[in-house]
């Protein structure tokens, strides 16, 4: 893993501050309708101004909002799309909180909040182009996790990954010249087989909520959304992938672990394109991936920045 860490001490600047009001009549950012002077609510997110009492962030029912896709296009439009789940800690009883965090996960980041019976908010729908975007969204996590107002650190909170690029969202998966359950299936094997590197790789092993069978909804290598209606929202969900809030390098590795994860897709897309049977398929990009755990977990190790006693519970930052 590089030392040169996108999330530099797990800090982030001050937020605007949300509760200034606007000074005089304006347009809402969001949907356009006019507010009268001191009923607005500031918008920190891209297009900043103000909105609408009808627009401030709201919990809204599981998996019910809209993807917003935030960057520019990259080579092979590769897509990265973070269901961040988050679990009360000290102070998250004051409304306070919640509203701080929900106007900057939503009006600054563009997610939408959910509500999710395993956790205490679920942010979904925003898709970004390249990891620094997600790095500023982690740094946040972390700072909140340093104030006392938020955890992912607990067992049943994850943090998936869905990662797509112009050959999962085109390919027709549904036709199935590609054996997608047995690639996964066969990647999902080393990661039960390794679980020491899955941890420090990924954040976590297989267990009840990345199951080692493929096909399952649960499974650490969701592929239930390569056949969704659409093209956009065709995608690989990795679960194996979570975030800990609770390390200073938390972000760094959860990003380097998306990297692994694109790694792997291209293998796929690479032996596809050679006309290679899935079985060969399989075999491969097994490989690449117990490749990339060994690798990363010998440079987590030697790098003794505290993650790989952390992560495995061995000692407490």
């Given at each position: 893993?590089?030392?040169?860490?996108?999330?530099?001490?797990?800090?982030?600047?001050e937020f605007?501050?949300?509760?200034?009001?606007?000074?005089?009549?304006?347009d809402c950012?969001?949907?356009?309708?006019r507010?009268?002077?001191?009923?607005?609510?500031?918008?920190v997110?891209?297009?900043?101004?103000?909105v609408?009492?009808?627009?401030?962030?709201?919990?809204?029912?599981?998996?019910?909002?809209?993807?917003?896709?935030?960057?520019?296009?990259?080579a092979?439009?590769?897509?990265?799309?973070?269901?961040?789940?988050?679990e009360?800690?000290i102070?998250?009883?004051?409304?306070?909180?919640?509203?701080?965090?929900?106007?900057?996960?939503?009006l600054?980041?563009?997610?939408?909040?959910?509500?999710?019976?395993?956790?205490?908010r679920?942010f979904?729908?925003?898709?970004?182009?390249?990891?620094?975007?997600?790095?500023?969204?982690?740094?946040?996590?972390?700072?909140?996790?340093?104030?006392?107002?938020?955890?992912?650190?607990?067992?049943?909170?994850?943090t998936?990954?869905?990662?797509?690029?112009?050959?999962?969202?085109?390919?027709?998966?549904?036709?199935?010249?590609?054996?997608?359950?047995?690639i996964?299936?066969k990647?999902?094997?080393?990661?039960?087989?390794?679980?020491?590197e899955?941890?420090?790789?990924?954040?976590?092993?297989?267990?009840?909520?990345?199951?080692?069978?493929a096909?399952?909804?649960?499974?650490a290598?969701n592929?239930?959304?390569?056949?969704e209606?659409?093209?956009?929202?065709?995608?690989?969900?990795?679960?194996i992938?979570?975030?800990?809030?609770?390390?200073?390098?938390?972000?760094?590795?959860?990003?380097?672990?998306?990297?692994?994860?694109?790694?792997?897709?291209h293998t796929?897309?690479?032996?596809?394109?050679k006309?290679?049977?899935?079985?060969r398929?399989?075999?491969?990009?097994?490989k690449?991936?117990?490749?990339?755990?060994?690798?990363?977990?010998?440079?987590?190790?030697?790098?003794?920045?505290?993650?790989?006693?952390?992560?495995?519970?061995?000692?407490?930052?």
């Amino acid at each position: 893993m590089a030392t040169k860490g996108y999330v530099v001490q797990g800090m982030v600047n001050e937020f605007y501050n949300n509760t200034e009001s606007n000074k005089k009549a304006t347009d809402c950012a969001i949907c356009g309708k006019r507010i009268f002077k001191g009923e607005g609510k500031r918008h920190v997110g891209y297009n900043g101004g103000f909105v609408c009492s009808e627009c401030e962030p709201q919990t809204i029912r599981y998996h019910g909002g809209d993807d917003k896709s935030v960057g520019s296009d990259i080579a092979d439009n590769w897509q990265v799309s973070l269901e961040v789940e988050i679990e009360k800690s000290i102070h998250s009883n004051d409304p306070r909180v919640l509203a701080q965090v929900a106007d900057t996960m939503v009006l600054k980041f563009g997610y939408t909040m959910e509500s999710d019976i395993t956790v205490w908010r679920e942010f979904t729908g925003r898709i970004d182009h390249n990891m620094n975007g997600t790095a500023q969204v982690l740094q946040n996590l972390r700072r909140w996790h340093i104030l006392g107002w938020m955890t992912t650190e607990p067992e049943n909170v994850g943090t998936h990954c869905n990662v797509s690029n112009d050959f999962v969202r085109n390919h027709k998966w549904s036709s199935n010249d590609i054996d997608y359950e047995l690639i996964a299936q066969k990647s999902i094997d080393v990661l039960a087989s390794h679980t020491t590197e899955s941890t420090v790789v990924f954040g976590r092993g297989c267990g009840q909520w990345a199951s080692r069978w493929a096909g399952d909804h649960t499974s650490a290598i969701n592929t239930q959304h390569l056949t969704e209606a659409t093209k956009a929202a065709t995608r690989f969900e990795f679960r194996i992938m979570k975030f800990h809030s609770g390390h200073d390098k938390g972000g760094n590795y959860y990003i380097s672990g998306v990297q692994t994860w694109k790694k792997w897709v291209h293998t796929l897309e690479v032996c596809y394109n050679k006309g290679w049977s899935s079985e060969r398929i399989a075999e491969k990009c097994a490989k690449v991936l117990l490749k990339e755990l060994e690798t990363k977990c010998n440079k987590a190790m030697e790098a003794n920045d505290g993650w790989f006693e952390f992560v495995l519970g061995e000692g407490e930052e």
